[in-house]
């Protein structure tokens, strides 16, 4: 069931183009089910939960699914963390091992450089992910954990693991997507004494009224079952499970919420519903409030690393998720100032401040849930722009 109002943000046929973007990604099996809501100035123009939930039990998706949220974490932490930075628990500039003495990843020449919480919240720390190395690459063979694998893995014992890897830049000289998030919420917890779950519930979940965003899994009953991309339709996620991505793949390991031994990956271990990265993107659209001030949600979706080139064409990066530079260059109809992110376990979402749209779509099917045909068809049929 869709709902779509005259009140559309382009014009007053998107909701039907939506429908039939969605309905022929679930009937090709590239997408077994998804929640999706479009809102402009906090009303929601439209709102389906289409497909299903588990293929193989025939159970439909739910409006209030609850969805392994990976990357869509990092919004959450990072609006977190500049809540602490307002408080003066922690500083922008501050460097890393203020709080973290025993990390000193060093650079290929053996020194030893400053990290700041800057450098993290902005991904020019120097770090990087494991699935965007090559299979032989420092992180696999060091068996860095990106946060979605090794279940009971702790956290003090993969931050060894990604200090013993020489840095790829010196911190604020370049750009990569990384596990800064993981190392940023360690750094948030060690500064306040306070778990990393404690705080994003008492500063962001609990403020906004998020009520399925937690670390952990409150109503196992409405968790989706995972699927990942196969050679025709989306295939069950297995408990280990490898998704190819780029030169290297992505490890998963869907149990790792179950086991309370498994650090809190401050850029990809939460989980919630569709409305509740609406609430937080809304808030942090309408200036923050009440998580954050509007001088800080501004610097938050600004452009924070002007003069650096991302991996992404036309796309630079604010305090937690990209922000968009050039349209032309990006290819896309979203106005500049655009800021957008996903998840490796399917998922999309953007705000076009100039529009006032805030657009969520969550999905059980990584990753074509997150890039390629769909999510851009997506966004497509909401600006009506033609293929």
Known sequence: MSVATSSTPLDHEFGGRVDQVVDRAVADGRIVGAVILV??????????????ADREAKKPMAPDAIFRLASVTKPVVAAAALALVEAGDIGLDDPLVKFIPEFRPKLMD????VITIRH????????????RQAADGPYHRADVSDGLDQPGLSMAENLRRIASVPL?????????????????????ARATGASLPELV?????QPLGMHDAAFAVRDRSRLVTPYADGPG???????????????GFISYSPGRVFDPASFASGGTGMNGTASDVLKLLEAL????????????????????????????????????????RDPLAASTPQTA????????????????????????????????????????ALRDAIYGRQA
């Open 285 to 324: 659209r309408s200036g923050g409030g009440p998580v954050i001030r509007p001088e800080t949600a501004a610097a938050m979706t600004g452009d924070a690393i002007p003069g650096l080139e991302t991996t992404m064409p036309g796309w630079g990066w604010g305090l937690g998720f990209s922000v968009l």
């Open 201 to 205: 519930d008492r500063l962001v979940v």
């Open 168 to 188: 790829s830049c010196a911190p604020g000289t370049g750009w990569g997507y990384s596990v800064a998030m993981d190392v940023l919420g360690e750094a948030m």
């Open 233 to 247: 339709k989306a295939i069950v996620m297995g408990e280990h499970h490898r998704v190819p991505f780029g030169d």
């Open 39 to 52: 809102a402009r100035r906090g009303e929601i123009l439209y709102s389906r939960a289409a497909g299903l």
């Open 337 to 376: 100032g655009t800021w957008r992110w996903g998840g490796v376990y399917g998922h999309s979402w953007f705000v076009d401040p100039a529009l006032d749209l805030t657009v969520v779509a969550l999905t059980n099917t990584a990753i074509a849930g997150m890039m390629g045909a769909f999510p851009d």
């Open 110 to 113: 053996g020194s030893e450089p």
């Open 120 to 131: 993290l919240l902005t991904h020019t720390a120097g770090l990087d992910y494991r699935f």
